[in-house]
């Protein structure tokens, strides 16, 4: 089975460029060039030692020995939270910034959520000394004021998207917008495996550095490159992609991915998009969407800002068709309290989106002696507000 | 033969053709603001169905198809209302939406339906030509339906000629690579774009869209193609008050 694009932009029933023909010679620019571009030894020069001087990679990965004590399995956190800005975003945008250079741009545009894709594209903007748009939903400014103001003191310049929700999907539609008028000079960091062919596959090969240093890890601690799980949250899918990348050949290790049900996946509050919705078209690829019968975007809930997005990634999609990994989902109040576990039992506060991968370890039965790999995407400093609400601190 | 096909063999030029939503301003209105276009001189409709997401429109025909979507409009109600469009209509009428919407009604289906309420042609602006030409070329033809494709000034002259081979009504010519609702103008860039189109001899007729508002603007784009297409200035002129009194007066800067 093939899991990964194949020549046409497909992962089996999934992907392709469903964009109007304005955006055309702008991706068809990138897909005739993005491998060029990144296989090149010189890029591949500048793109690794910016990952090991700026954002400090290798991560670590961190055998937890109180959280693997309790679950009865070698539970190894993959400290993606320990990046530069906080995330696993900043693998991306570090990546798609030196090929936007690459390609001549001279203008760079986002969309964000939660905020952390935003403030991981303006720390590159700054970086390069390139001129930075995000467009960010009006309601997404106001809960998550303190990432506003990092990108405005980055030097970037934040867009309200106040069409349809005002949340992430409503930014990627007014940054694709931006893009149509813009065709010429702009490069669009699109901060998720999805979007129009090429994206998904350029966005998983730059975040495809979390398993790649996984498995030498992973070899250098147990022996062994191939751990029994490898468990990460999914909302568009860049850290689970990134996560699952170098393991999706490795048949007999089972990957897992875990959305975010929001309320419950039967309340009509969810982002639970395996589970709710269907296949269909999707900001430029096919893919899996929460969708009416009428195929007008559903739009999801969830505690966590980066998780509240309708769709996933098309090679998502194909590997929860192909049932090579499985989805499951778990709710706000679970995500919370394994935040507040991961918090009192390893000292380690994580992002929202993360705790909703830790919560489903409190699902699964192990017999001892299995390695399990968490990838803990981000940290949590964002997300004080919603843990001090919900837990009264 | 195709009422589209007609057209421009009658008409060579200033070809008027009126895109709005349907379901806007009122949810019944589709079809009364399709006869009264008809009454007042257009000579081709484009009938929008609303999708939740149009990346490629600007903020004037977004707003209008999410009150229609708000009203309860959808593609079921939409072949409902059209069924009594050929009482009144004769004109050739295209459906315009979201490639979504469609595929979740299913492709061959919604051939169907437009075929039946006599719908000529569709503009479905993120179907992609290669996905069109590989899946869905034959369910159009079966149903005698045009698909027409966007040009914009990026397009390669190897793909305009692709896009000429694979259309059967007209091919719609973007005046800037733009959402909808920018202003045209009419530069030396765009001059030499429109000039270098028409330089190519193209099979099929061509129509000029996106920022025409007015009949200065409308002029400048039947210098260069069969005709021009007005949308976003149709949709504010129709946002409130009467509605034949706004048709007929917006008609009549165009049609005097």
């Known amino acids: 089975m093939n899991y990964f694009v194949n020549e046409k932009g497909y992962y089996g029933d999934f992907g392709g460029a469903y964009i109007p023909e304005m955006l055309y010679p702008n991706v068809e620019e990138l897909r005739q060039n993005y491998l060029k571009i990144i296989e090149d030894a010189a890029f591949q020069k500048e793109f690794h030692a910016l990952l090991k001087d700026y954002v400090g990679r290798p991560s670590p990965l961190y055998l937890a020995k109180r959280l693997s004590k309790k679950y009865n399995a070698n539970i190894f956190l993959k400290r993606e939270d320990l990046n530069h800005t906080g995330a696993h975003k900043i693998n991306n945008t570090i990546g798609q910034i030196l090929l936007a250079e690459k390609l001549g741009k001279k203008r760079i545009i986002a969309e964000t959520g939660a905020g952390q894709h935003g403030v991981a594209t303006a720390t590159v903007c700054a970086l390069r000394g390139l001129e930075c748009v995000v467009y960010m939903g009006e309601i997404d400014i106001q809960r998550q004021a303190p990432n506003v103001a990092r990108m405005k003191m980055l030097g970037a310049k934040v867009i309200s998207a106040v069409s349809g929700s005002k949340t992430l999907k409503d930014a990627t539609n007014e940054a694709m917008r931006d893009w149509i008028n813009n065709p010429v000079d702009t490069h669009y960091i699109i901060g998720s495996v999805v979007g129009p062919h090429p994206y998904p596959d350029m966005v998983a090969i730059f975040q495809s550095i979390i398993s790649e240093e996984t498995k030498k890890q992973l070899t250098e601690q147990t022996g062994n490159d191939q751990p029994d799980y490898v468990l990460a949250c999914v909302g568009g899918g860049s850290n689970a992609m990134g996560m699952f990348y170098h393991f999706i050949n490795d048949e007999n290790v089972k990957l897992i991915a875990i959305e975010a049900a929001g309320k419950g996946v039967s309340t009509g509050f969810s982002a639970a998009t395996t589970f709710l919705g269907k296949e269909g078209v999707l900001h430029g690829s096919r893919s899996i969407l929460m969708q009416t019968a009428d195929g007008q975007v559903v739009e999801p809930h969830s505690v966590s800002a980066g998780l509240d997005y309708p769709g996933i990634g098309p090679q998502h999609a194909h590997l929860f068709k192909t049932t090579r990994a499985a989805y499951v989902s778990v709710t706000d109040n679970e995500a919370l309290d394994a935040g507040l576990l991961c918090t009192q039992m390893e000292g380690i506060i994580p992002a929202i989106e993360s705790a909703h991968a830790l919560a489903h370890l409190e699902k699964m039965k192990f017999k001892g002696g299995e390695n399990v790999v968490v990838c803990l995407s981000g940290r949590g400093d964002k997300d004080m507000d919603t843990y001090m609400k919900h837990f009264g601190f | ?256």
């Open chain 2, 1 to 256: 033969m195709n009422r589209i096909n007609k057209i421009f063999k009658e008409k060579k030029n200033n070809i008027l053709s009126i895109y709005y939503t349907a379901g806007y301003p009122g949810l019944g209105d589709t079809v009364a603001i399709a006869a009264a276009l008809e009454k007042a001189g257009a000579d081709m409709l484009e009938i929008g169905f609303p999708y939740s997401d149009p990346v490629a429109d600007g903020p004037v025909i977004q707003a209008s198809s999410k009150l229609s979507l708000d009203q309860g409009m959808d593609l079921n109600l939409l072949f409902e209302q059209l069924k009594e469009l050929r009482k009144t209509v004769t004109i050739p009428v295209l459906l315009m939406g979201y490639v979504n919407p469609v595929l979740q009604y299913g492709v061959e289906r919604f051939c169907k339906a437009c075929a039946e309420v006599g719908v000529d042609g569709c503009i479905v602006p993120d179907l992609p030509m290669v996905e069109y030409e590989e899946f869905y070329k034959d369910v159009f033809l079966k149903y005698g339906l045009s698909n027409i494709f966007l040009v914009t000034p990026q397009t390669s002259v190897e793909r305009i000629r692709k896009i000429d081979s694979l259309s059967n009504g007209f091919i719609y010519l973007l005046s800037s690579s733009a959402t909808t609702g920018q202003n045209l103008q009419v530069s030396d860039t765009t001059e030499a774009y429109f000039s270098r189109i028409a330089d190519l001899k193209l099979t099929n007729p061509t129509m000029i869209g996106f920022g025409i508002s007015s009949k200065e603007t409308f002029d400048k784009a039947c210098k260069y193609a069969n005709g021009g297409i007005i949308g976003t200035a149709f949709v504010k002129a129709i946002e409130a008050g009467n509605l034949e009194e706004n048709i007929e007066a917006f008609m009549t800067k165009f049609t005097s």
